[in-house]
């Protein structure tokens, strides 16, 4: 989808309760999920909310041995797999039974989603 932006409106716990799985790895750590390996490269908090800067490309493949001891390669190109750059946004301050006491955290977080999703930009922002 070409997709620029996420938006994580909820904490991963409250009140000591988990609220949401993390599905983006701690930063400076990757995870692999099938084929697609994700990396958090930047982690900056704000009031109210976090911008994390998401690396997503496709996953190295495996080499393993054949057996006749030679090395194979799934996929037989050099080429560096194409990164993309995903802005994740979390809200710190949305309660989840309930509203913000304060707009001032989710106008900012709006604010900061529209700078990084271009006026000319088709792709949705995934919330």
């Known amino acids: 989808q ?3 932006v996420i938006v994580m409106v909820t904490d991963l716990r409250e009140s000591g309760k ?3 799985e993390r599905y983006f790895p701690e930063n400076g750590e990757g995870v692999e999920y099938g084929s697609i390996h994700v990396e958090t490269t ?7 909310y976090q ?3 998401l690396a997503v490309k496709l996953a190295e493949e495996e080499v393993y041995d054949n057996d006749d001891g030679t090395e194979q390669n799934d996929e037989q190109t050099e080429e560096e797999p ?3 750059y995903i802005t994740h946004l979390q809200c710190k301050r949305w309660p989840d039974h309930g509203v ?3 707009t001032s955290a989710i106008f900012r977080l709006y604010y900061k989603m529209l700078e990084y999703r271009p006026r000319d930009c088709e792709a949705p922002i995934l919330v």
């Open 51 to 53: 911008q994390r800067i």
């Open 82 to 84: 194409e990164v993309r």
């Open 18 to 20: 988990p609220k949401c």
């Open 42 to 48: 930047q982690v900056t908090s704000y009031g109210g």
């Open 2 to 4: 070409g997709s620029k």
């Open 100 to 102: 913000p006491k304060s």
